[in-house]
């Protein structure tokens, strides 16, 4: 027997969509929260079907409401047995999805005509009959109206049937993707017409997972770029040598030109060098106003401009030619002969403190030493290099297991997830711009998601199938987190989201804090068993 479905319908609905909204039964959940996953338990989903099954307008709304509720016994069960089976046949269809095509026999349409009619008998006040007295069905169906009764047993069927229509996806059904897609007047035609009902209902599933070849993750080889600013000596060294500065004060310098360890106020500009002989053309990307050049971080510019303007005072301009390197950031201006000049306004010295044991508190709280200033910096340092090692490695190792993966991805997954990656830019844009309710309307309205999720196709994919790689490999290589682990992370992000005064959903928050632990279990298993080569570039 079938794991229990309930659904639970509210009896004091007043108002309903318009008729032309008949056939969506199911609408989609367009907030933007956590990632939808396939129910774990039935009851996750008979929630999300009580939450979604909303009546249809009918011209007796309330009486047709309670009706309704009354005919599926307010709170129906597959175990609620029908008078007859069901027959329901599963075609599959593109990106996952599942067609069940629901035959209800006469029977149980006739039962749940009978639930109708008693219901309507119970709560209706027909004029010469007192409330709860049986009124003859002729009268009842005079006084009500056909079709309100029509409509009112149709809905019954419907929700009462659909729970067991669904028994054997429910498991691996995608929460808000369920639509039944016959038109609502379509099964009112067959039931008029038949005394029974049809209708189809279309369901998103876990998509099946297959590697290219299989196990293929099992033998991963990534090679890892590392950038060539990534050394912690190096790091902790630069980070002593300002710390030291902020110590200092900067003086005027009056007697003599720049030395390495001044600050100087510049005027760049520059122009090209023709080798044609052409005309010169002014270069914007090297021009600046008021630049302030530290002389001991000259090689953030470009090589040779440092010692070029050495010996330069105040007041003063120099002109000089440079060649861009070939591996210059800006590609325009890779290999560019330019002819530069700078004008010197400003020129400083840092007065600064001796460094020794006496500033080691200033440097950094807690020191006592110098030695113990390097030592923690370097600490530091070694863990930011670290994480950074650790993040590029995982960054390769999603990049490959991607492509070893085919997957026919389901169209509510993928919305949900670019859904999901649009929210997420749109809080930080609106904690970084502070929008106005205008603008925010505008950036969340349907069309403007939907060109994200156009422009962002690959990408949205990409994270999908890495998404579902790790999940298969969590489940086949069996690895685990513990409880506390779990409890723990919950917790921390139901204080994040009371910090930050947002609504959340604790069965999404659990379900979400659940992938974070699967894919870090995942990723630790894959850098172990990983073929990984470290270049710097």
């Given at each position: 027997?079938?794991?229990?479905?309930?659904?639970?319908?509210?009896?004091s609905i007043?108002?309903?969509?318009?008729?032309?909204?008949?056939?969506?039964?199911?609408?989609?959940?367009?907030?933007?929260?956590l990632?939808?996953?396939?129910?774990?338990?039935?009851?996750?989903?008979?929630?999300?079907?009580?939450?979604?099954?909303?009546?249809?307008q009918?011209?007796?709304?309330?009486?047709?409401?309670?009706?309704?509720?009354?005919?599926?016994?307010?709170?129906?069960?597959?175990?609620?047995?029908?008078?007859?089976?069901?027959?329901?046949?599963?075609?599959?269809?593109?990106?996952?999805?599942?067609?069940?095509?629901?035959?209800?026999?006469?029977?149980?349409?006739?039962?749940?005509?009978?639930?109708?009619?008693?219901?309507?008998?119970?709560?209706?006040?027909?004029?010469?009959?007192?409330?709860?007295?049986?009124?003859p069905?002729?009268?009842?169906?005079?006084?009500?109206?056909?079709?309100?009764?029509?409509?009112?047993?149709?809905?019954?069927?419907?929700?009462?049937?659909?729970?067991?229509?669904?028994?054997?996806?429910?498991?691996?059904?995608?929460?808000?993707?369920?639509?039944?897609?016959?038109?609502?007047?379509?099964?009112?035609?067959?039931?008029?017409?038949?005394?029974?009902?049809?209708?189809?209902?279309?369901?998103?599933?876990?998509?099946?997972?297959?590697?290219?070849?299989?196990?293929?993750?099992?033998?991963?080889?990534?090679?890892?770029?590392?950038?060539?600013?990534m050394d912690?000596?190096?790091?902790?060294?630069?980070?002593?040598?300002?710390?030291?500065?902020?110590?200092?004060?900067?003086?005027?310098?009056t007697?003599?030109?720049?030395?390495?360890?001044?600050?100087?106020?510049?005027?760049?500009?520059?122009?090209?060098?023709?080798?044609?002989?052409?005309?010169?053309?002014?270069?914007?990307?090297?021009?600046?106003?008021?630049?302030?050049?530290?002389?001991?971080?000259?090689?953030?510019?470009?090589?040779?401009?440092?010692?070029?303007?050495?010996?330069?005072?105040?007041?003063?301009?120099?002109?000089?030619?440079?060649?861009?390197?070939?591996?210059?950031?800006?590609?325009?201006l890779?290999?560019?002969?330019?002819?530069?000049?700078?004008?010197?306004?400003?020129?400083?010295?840092?007065?600064?403190?001796?460094?020794?044991?006496s500033?080691?508190?200033?440097?950094?709280?807690?020191?006592?030493?110098?030695?113990?200033?390097?030592?923690?910096?370097?600490?530091?340092?070694?863990?930011?290099?670290?994480?950074?090692?650790?993040?590029?490695?995982?960054?390769?190792?999603l990049?490959?297991?991607?492509?070893?993966?085919?997957?026919?991805?389901?169209?509510?997954?993928?919305?949900?997830?670019?859904?999901?990656?649009?929210?997420?830019?749109?809080?930080?844009?609106?904690?970084?711009?502070?929008?106005?309710?205008?603008?925010?309307?505008?950036?969340?309205?349907?069309?403007?998601?939907?060109?994200f999720?156009?422009?962002?196709?690959?990408?949205?994919?990409s994270?999908?199938?890495?998404?579902?790689?790790v999940?298969?490999?969590?489940?086949?290589?069996?690895?685990?987190?513990?409880?506390?682990?779990?409890?723990?992370e919950?917790?921390?992000?139901?204080?994040?989201?009371?910090?930050?005064?947002?609504?959340?959903?604790?069965?999404?928050?659990?379900?979400?804090?659940?992938?974070?632990?699967?894919?870090?279990?995942?990723?630790?298993?894959?850098r172990?068993?990983?073929?990984?080569?470290?270049?710097?570039?």
């Amino acid at each position: 027997m079938a794991t229990p479905i309930s659904i639970q319908l509210n009896p004091s609905i007043l108002s309903f969509p318009s008729n032309s909204t008949k056939a969506h039964f199911f609408q989609p959940n367009d907030k933007f929260l956590l990632k939808q996953k396939p129910n774990s338990s039935s009851r996750q989903f008979s929630s999300f079907l009580q939450q979604q099954l909303p009546l249809h307008q009918l011209a007796s709304a309330r009486l047709v409401a309670i009706a309704a509720a009354a005919a599926s016994g307010v709170v129906e069960t597959v175990e609620d047995k029908l008078p007859a089976d069901l027959h329901v046949t599963e075609t599959q269809e593109p990106n996952s999805r599942i067609r069940l095509t629901v035959e209800v026999p006469t029977v149980v349409c006739e039962d749940c005509y009978k639930k109708v009619i008693k219901e309507f008998m119970r709560r209706s006040k027909v004029p010469g009959f007192r409330p709860g007295k049986n009124v003859p069905e002729d009268i009842l169906v005079g006084f009500v109206g056909k079709q309100n009764i029509q409509n009112a047993v149709v809905e019954a069927i419907l929700k009462r049937t659909l729970p067991h229509a669904m028994s054997s996806v429910t498991r691996n059904a995608y929460e808000d993707s369920i639509r039944i897609v016959t038109k609502f007047e379509d099964m009112e035609k067959t039931y008029l017409s038949l005394n029974c009902l049809r209708y189809d209902v279309v369901v998103d599933v876990a998509p099946e997972i297959k590697w290219k070849p299989d196990d293929a993750y099992k033998n991963i080889k990534v090679v890892v770029e590392l950038d060539s600013d990534m050394d912690a000596q190096r790091a902790s060294e630069k980070e002593l040598i300002r710390r030291h500065k902020s110590l200092g004060a900067l003086k005027i310098v009056t007697d003599r030109g720049l030395q390495v360890g001044d600050v100087a106020v510049i005027d760049i500009s520059a122009t090209t060098i023709e080798q044609d002989g052409s005309e010169a053309k002014t270069i914007p990307a090297a021009e600046s106003k008021g630049f302030n050049f530290d002389t001991e971080e000259g090689d953030n510019v470009l090589p040779g401009f440092r010692d070029s303007i050495i010996g330069i005072k105040r007041g003063e301009m120099k002109s000089f030619p440079l060649v861009f390197p070939d591996s210059w950031k800006q590609d325009d201006l890779r290999g560019v002969h330019a002819q530069f000049t700078v004008a010197c306004k400003e020129l400083f010295y840092r007065d600064l403190p001796e460094l020794n044991d006496s500033i080691a508190e200033r440097l950094l709280p807690g020191c006592s030493s110098v030695e113990e200033v390097k030592q923690a910096l370097l600490q530091r340092c070694l863990e930011v290099e670290q994480a950074a090692k650790d993040q590029a490695t995982d960054n390769a190792i999603l990049d490959q297991l991607y492509k070893m993966v085919e997957v026919d991805i389901p169209q509510s997954l993928f919305q949900e997830q670019g859904r999901q990656l649009y929210g997420a830019q749109l809080l930080q844009l609106q904690a970084n711009m502070k929008l106005n309710e205008q603008q925010l309307a505008s950036l969340s309205s349907p069309r403007a998601v939907n060109e994200f999720l156009e422009t962002q196709k690959e990408n949205i994919i990409s994270i999908i199938k890495q998404n579902l790689a790790v999940g298969d490999i969590f489940t086949r290589e069996n690895l685990q987190f513990s409880t506390e682990e779990l409890v723990k992370e919950v917790q921390n992000s139901i204080q994040e989201f009371q910090q930050h005064q947002q609504e959340y959903d604790e069965d999404r928050v659990k379900l979400q804090v659940q992938e974070v632990l699967e894919g870090a279990k995942v990723l630790e298993w894959l850098r172990e068993n990983a073929e990984i080569q470290y270049i710097t570039r």
